[in-house]
């Protein structure tokens, strides 16, 4: 038997907006704040900001992150805006376990995650650090400043591995790259010498599982 949910009611300030009936608002001048006793408090925490809401409501990471942590007892969570969620811990050790393991992924799709700041910079939530697999170059071309040419595009380059650990292969370089969230995952790029010579390159990106067909994005 078929189940009709009932449509949900919008609001009286979602109506408003839609009828955009809502002016700007009064501006408030707020007096300078003694930030310290905050600051102190949120020191141990981080912003959680979900990437794709269609693959799960920001409400959900509340109670999704800390098992994928490890954490259950040692974190609590508290939804902070649309797509945010703060979580706070109890130890520096937990704070950077969460900070330098990731990405993190829930239900397969990644979230991305910073420090708590009362000042974010403009990149704030806005980058993912990804190892990436780069497959395809030849033998002469396996020098750190070829990687750092072909991915240097896409982020930061952190480090770059040419030779995988406790392996004796040469199938792919591996590379720590931190992008920007927000824009399109690239998964091909050409490698070409001044000789006029192209080496086509496949990335991959490790603990990758879901990406948007169309247009590539985490969103």
């Not at 009936?21 to 300078?32: A, H, N, Q, S, Y």
Request: charged share 30%; net charge negative; hydrophobic share 35%.
């Amino acid at each position: 038997m078929n189940r009709f949910k009932k449509k949900k009611e919008p609001s009286l300030i979602e109506e408003l907006k839609e009828l955009e009936l809502l002016d700007e608002g009064e501006m408030v001048d707020i007096p300078d704040l003694e930030l310290e006793d905050l600051i102190e408090e949120n020191r141990l925490s981080v912003i959680v900001r979900c990437l794709n809401p269609h693959a799960h409501k920001v409400g959900g990471l509340v109670k999704a992150l800390p098992p994928i942590w490890g954490l259950e007892d040692r974190t609590q969570g508290r939804i902070v805006g649309e797509d945010k969620v703060h979580f706070s811990f109890r130890s520096d050790t937990d704070l950077q376990y969460v900070l330098n393991k990731g990405p993190w992924f829930v239900n397969g799709w990644i979230v991305v995650l910073d420090q708590w700041s009362p000042n974010p910079p403009e990149d704030y939530l806005k980058k993912i650090t990804f190892w990436v697999r780069v497959r395809g170059l030849p033998i002469q071309m396996l020098k750190k400043e070829v990687i750092d040419t072909l991915l240097g595009p896409l982020g930061e380059v952190e480090k770059v591995e040419l030779h995988a650990k406790n392996s004796n292969s040469i199938e792919y370089v591996r590379a720590m790259v931190t992008v920007n969230s927000d824009e399109p995952l690239q998964f091909r790029r050409i490698a070409r010498l001044k000789s006029g010579a192209t080496y086509p390159t496949e990335l991959e990106y490790e603990k990758l599982l879901k990406v948007c067909y169309t247009c590539k994005r985490h969103t």
